[in-house]
């Protein structure tokens, strides 16, 4: 569980394409193809390979006679960003006018330009946004240039877009919190004050995002004063739908100043939002993790039985993993308990938590026991479990046992996954000492197999294995 919301601003790409269709950075598309046996979307997403080019295949398809029209092809270009497959969306971009000779819009522009940024860089994107038309360099193109000098972070070009969009009359929240992200990302909360002033004064409408934005600054800096001066006008302003991140990013500074009282009254806004709220999860996850910020179980305690009762396997995890930070192994199983009574689905992340922590406290009998339990339900431990355990029979000083517990973790283990260096080498330490080469070398060969390790690493941990026993 996460004990803190993070302090981030809205993403620039949700930020662009929020109100502007034509810098949209990766919105998911809003028409659904439907992928029919044979038609020029499923032969497009048939090109699997980044490197390929999808040209031959809009070739070939007007070649057999079949129909082309720009809404279906911008649909497409839309689904491609959305799945990151830039190059292939910019030469559809390309295509539609160069060989289907489409009128450019100052909207395919803005479009274009983005995907070239990702693709070419920015040097190749600004010799094509000098090529375009005079007519065609509208605010949405500028809006466009300056999303992508937001995009490489290079605050004085974006700075000289913003100046033209100025210049050319621009009046609306959009680009302004596009630089106003970008100065949070460089750390320039001076120029973000400037900024917020600016629109103040010209009567620019201050919309949730660019007061997000300053509230994650006034995080940044452990600003209580700022905080509370951008909640206050956020409360103030009819338009403005507060949401869970603006009250957990001011619950978790204040809680970090040690702020305690602010803290729970803010606690109580984030809790007030939960019957209405699409996030329910994300809500509970985060009043958990607050209450053990700032140290208050009882906090804990109470909201855990206000809304345990809508709260399933993800919620249990959280408070489980809550309690484990008060060292409250006696709540945790009561709470253990009543996951198992309300018969949910079985899932060994929930007896983990509690498996970890009699390991730390060397109640090993009690871990086989949780272990035990879930294998009589007919549910495998995943290999995280039999880690968990290795864990603790080192710590207990009980290598063998830890070396057939990591060997049933590897035997279930997903590929590449990855084991604590510190088990995998007091466990070839034992082997090292107490078990033949043969033996030894197949356990070795067993990580490599599983990913947990390279052979190179391997080689080289056998070898600091070898060098330690030499000098003992």
């Known amino acids: 569980m996460a004990l803190c919301p993070k302090v981030r601003p809205f993403s620039l790409g949700y930020l662009s394409s929020r109100r502007n269709p034509a810098c949209q950075m990766a919105s998911r598309p809003s028409t659904p193809h439907t992928g029919k046996p044979d038609s020029l979307h499923r032969r497009v997403s048939l090109v699997g390979a980044p490197t390929d080019s999808v040209v031959p295949v809009l070739d070939q398809w007007v070649q057999e006679g079949g129909n082309v029209d720009k809404r279906k092809l911008r649909d497409m270009i839309k689904e491609l960003r959305f799945y990151r497959r830039y190059k292939h969306a910019l030469e559809i971009s390309q295509w539609m006018t160069d060989k289907r000779y489409s009128p450019l819009t100052s909207g395919d522009v ?4 983005n995907l070239m940024t990702r693709v070419h860089g920015i040097e190749e994107l600004e010799k094509y946004f000098n090529s375009i038309p005079q007519q065609l360099k509208n605010l949405d193109v500028y809006i466009a240039l300056l999303n992508c000098y937001a995009h490489i972070r290079s605050v004085e070009k974006a700075e000289d877009a913003m100046q033209k969009l100025r210049d050319m009359g621009y009046r609306k929240p959009l680009a302004y919190n596009i630089l106003m992200n970008l100065y949070y990302r460089a750390g320039s909360k001076e120029k973000m004050d400037c900024l917020m002033h600016e629109m103040d004064e010209k009567g620019i409408y201050v919309d949730v995002y660019t007061l997000t934005l300053h509230l994650s600054s006034y995080a940044a800096a452990s600003d209580s004063e700022g905080i509370v001066k951008i909640l206050t006008r956020m409360e103030s302003d009819p338009r403005i739908v507060l949401d869970c991140y603006a009250y957990a990013t001011a619950a978790y500074v204040y809680s970090k100043l040690g702020l305690v009282e602010k803290a729970l009254e803010i606690i109580k806004k984030l809790e007030g939002l939960i019957p209405t709220s699409k996030r329910r999860t994300f809500i509970f996850d985060c009043l958990l993790g607050l209450c053990v910020w700032i140290g208050k179980k009882d906090e804990l305690y109470r909201i855990w039985e206000l809304y345990k009762e809508k709260i399933f396997n993800k919620g249990y995890i959280s408070m489980l993993s809550a309690l484990m930070t008060f060292d409250d192994i006696e709540g945790a199983e009561m709470i253990f308990e009543e996951w198992e009574l309300r018969g949910l689905s079985y899932n060994f992340r929930i007896p983990n938590v509690l498996i970890g922590a009699y390991c730390r406290c060397g109640h090993l009998g009690k871990a086989n026991a949780l272990v035990d339990k879930g ?58 000492r107490h078990s033949d080469v043969e033996v030894k070398e197949e356990f070795a060969r067993s990580l490599e197999g599983k990913g947990v390790f390279t052979e190179i690493v391997r080689d080289n941990l056998l070898g600091f294995v070898k060098a330690g026993k030499s000098e003992s």
Not at 110 to 113: I, L, P, S, V
């Open 110 to 113: 803005a479009t274009r330009m």
């Open 375 to 432: 294998v009589v339900k007919g549910v495998d431990p995943p290999s995280a479990t039999w880690y968990i355990l290795a864990g603790g029979y080192i710590a207990d000083n009980q290598v063998p046992k830890a070396v057939e517990a990591l060997k049933k973790a590897i035997s279930v283990c997903p590929p590449d996954w990855k084991s604590r260096m510190n088990t995998v080498v007091a466990c070839l330490e034992f082997l090292e």
